[in-house]
């Protein structure tokens, strides 16, 4: 995803979320909501109708919204590649169990959680290469 796409969904949803809380504050009806809905981009006809029914539920009955997720301004928080620690701990428990050096997991692009996992199923010998995407 290029970086332009990347920052209109993020501001897409810090928008939907500002339409959202005033819409169920009463500041506008339906069809204004759905005619800023699609001012931002978001065209959808059946997902306005099931948002704006959503929104009604919490503006008749007192719900709160779902607040946004913290830090990087409302946006999901980036994948952190894995550490120099975790790629030589994999290569360390790789050989321990055997593992040949032509056949050593190829840890290019590894998340740090992806690696986690990855020591988890080498130290309890629970490694499946069907579990993983990168071929081992």
């Not at 970086?3 to 819409?23: D, I, T, W």
């Not at 981009?41 to 779902?66: F, K, M, S, W």
């Not at 321990?96 to 959680?113: A, H, M, Y």
Request: a negative charge; aromatic letters at 6%.
């Amino acid at each position: 995803m290029s970086a332009l796409a990347e920052a209109l969904v993020a501001a897409q949803r810090r928008a939907l979320g500002v339409l959202e809380k005033a819409y169920v504050a009463g500041a506008f009806e339906d069809d204004r909501m759905r005619e800023q809905l699609d001012a931002i981009g978001l065209t959808d006809a059946v997902d306005h109708d099931y948002l704006i029914r959503a929104l009604d539920v919490l503006r008749a009955y007192g719900g709160t919204l779902p607040s946004e997720p913290k830090g990087n301004g409302g946006e999901a928080k980036p994948t952190e590649k894995m550490t120099d620690a975790q790629a030589s701990y994999i290569d360390k428990l790789w050989q321990e169990r055997g593992g040949k050096p032509g056949d050593k997991p190829i840890l290019t692009g590894l998340s740090k959680e992806d690696a986690s996992r990855l020591i988890n199923q080498l130290k309890t010998n629970t490694y499946n290469v069907a579990d993983w995407d990168i071929p081992f």
